[in-house]
T-cell receptor, first 111, second 113 residues
C-alpha cells in the first residue's frame, strides 16, 4: 500500500535559516504529492502540491519538487520566519487514491 | 465562506459515554472524511464518504460509526467511549474521492477519562 515517511522533529531553527524537511514515499500508480501545514490550534491547510514527476510546487516561499527517481518530495524554504512555526505534513493521494499522511514534523523558529 | 465547520471544539467524556461529533461543509463537496490525530502517528482515516449516500471504513474504524446525513453533513459517533479514543478529530472534505486537495475543519479535542 501507499506510505509516507518524513523526518522526525522537532526541528528548531533560528530566524532566516534555511529549512529542509525530508519526505519520501512508496506508492502504486502516479499519485499527487502534497505538503499540508497545521498552525497551533488549527486544522490542516494545503501549503503546496505537485501532480506529476518533476513538477515543483511553491507557495509562501516554500518549495518542493516531485522526484520520481528518488521517490521524494522534500520541503525547502530559503529563510524561515517565526510565523512559520507549525507542524508540516507530507501526503500523497489523488488519482482515485485516498490521502495518506506522514507523521508530521514540528518546526520551531526562534529569534 | 465558513469552509468546514466542526462541533464541539472540546469535549471530555467518561468511559462508556456516547457522543456525536458534527461536521458540515459549505463548498458543495461530494466527499467527506473523518481523521484522528495522535502524537507520532500522523493522521489516520477513520471513515469516509466518497459521495452522498455512501460510507466506508478507513484505517481505524473500530469503535466508531458515521452518518452522511446529506451532502453537507457527516457525523461521527462514539457509542461507548474508551480512553484509547482520546485524540484530536478532524473532519475534511474534497470535491471528489481522490481529489487533489482536502479542506479541514479546526478539529475536536476529545478526552475520555
Amino acid at each position: 500500500g501507499n506510505s509516507v515517511t518524513q523526518m522526525e522533529g522537532p526541528v528548531t531553527l533560528s530566524e532566516e535559516a534555511f529549512l529542509t524537511i525530508n519526505c519520501t514515499y512508496t506508492a502504486t500508480g502516479y499519485p499527487s504529492l502534497f505538503w499540508y501545514v497545521q498552525y497551533p490550534g488549527e486544522g490542516l491547510q494545503l501549503l503546496l502540491k505537485a501532480t506529476k514527476a518533476d513538477d515543483k510546487g511553491s507557495n509562501k516561499g516554500f518549495e518542493a519538487t516531485y522526484r520520481k527517481e528518488t521517490t521524494s518530495f522534500h520541503l525547502e524554504k530559503g529563510s524561515v520566519q517565526v510565523s512559520d512555526s507549525a507542524v508540516y505534513f507530507c501526503a500523497l493521494g489523488g488519482g482515485g487514491n485516498k490521502l495518506t499522511f506522514g507523521t508530521g514534523t514540528q518546526l520551531k523558529v526562534e529569534l | 465562506n465558513a469552509g468546514v465547520t466542526q462541533t464541539p471544539k472540546f469535549q471530555v467524556l467518561k468511559t462508556g459515554q456516547s457522543m456525536t461529533l458534527q461536521c458540515a461543509q459549505d463548498m458543495n463537496h461530494n466527499s467527506m472524511y473523518w481523521y484522528r490525530q495522535d502524537p507520532g502517528m500522523g493522521l489516520r482515516l477513520i471513515y469516509y464518504s466518497a459521495s452522498e449516500g455512501t460510507t466506508d471504513k478507513g484505517e481505524v474504524p473500530n469503535g466508531y460509526n458515521v452518518s452522511r446525513l446529506n451532502k453537507r453533513e457527516f457525523s461521527l459517533r462514539l457509542e461507548s467511549a474508551a480512553p484509547s479514543q482520546t485524540s484530536v478529530y478532524f473532519c475534511a472534505s474534497s470535491e471528489a474521492w481522490g481529489s487533489t486537495e482536502a479542506f479541514f475543519g479546526q478539529g475536536t479535542r476529545l478526552t475520555v477519562v
